[in-house]
């Protein structure tokens, strides 16, 4: 069964920092670009990364402002995104999604969510004093 399991949320301070991971099974994860999602509450999902099969491009939404990284370890099955400078306003469930062409690369533009596939339960992260 192809899957991802997504770990690492929890309640963080403003300013402070969250790793989370991003876990495949049941498919061929080297060959996958690799997208990372959020959804607040009362919002859309949103895209907010996606990094290339052998994590050599990574894309990020603007908003991010930098503060996020993203990355990939094909040995582990396994990516990540690190999150520093959080704010209240990242606040959201996080989901991790392989991108469906399974080309590897990730798509010029924006990081739409119907162009992933295999999405996890999601993981969530609570910023808040």
């Known amino acids: 069964q192809r899957q991802l399991v997504e770990s690492g949320g929890g309640l963080v301070q403003p300013g402070g920092s969250l790793t989370l991971s991003c876990k495949a099974s049941g498919f061929p994860f080297r060959d996958y670009a690799i997208g990372w999602f959020r959804q607040a509450p009362g919002k859309g999902r949103e895209g907010i990364s996606c990094?290339?099969?052998?994590?050599?491009?990574?894309r990020y939404a603007d908003s991010l402002e930098g503060r996020f990284t993203v990355s990939k370890d094909n040995d582990k099955k396994t990516a990540f995104l690190q999150m520093k400078r959080l704010e209240p306003d990242d606040t959201a469930v996080y989901y991790c999604a392989a991108h469906r062409e399974g080309n590897g690369f990730c798509p010029v533009g924006k990081i739409w969510p119907d162009e992933y596939i295999n999405w996890g339960q999601g993981t969530q992260v609570t910023v808040s004093s």
């Open positions: 990094i290339q099969s052998d994590g050599g491009e990574k």
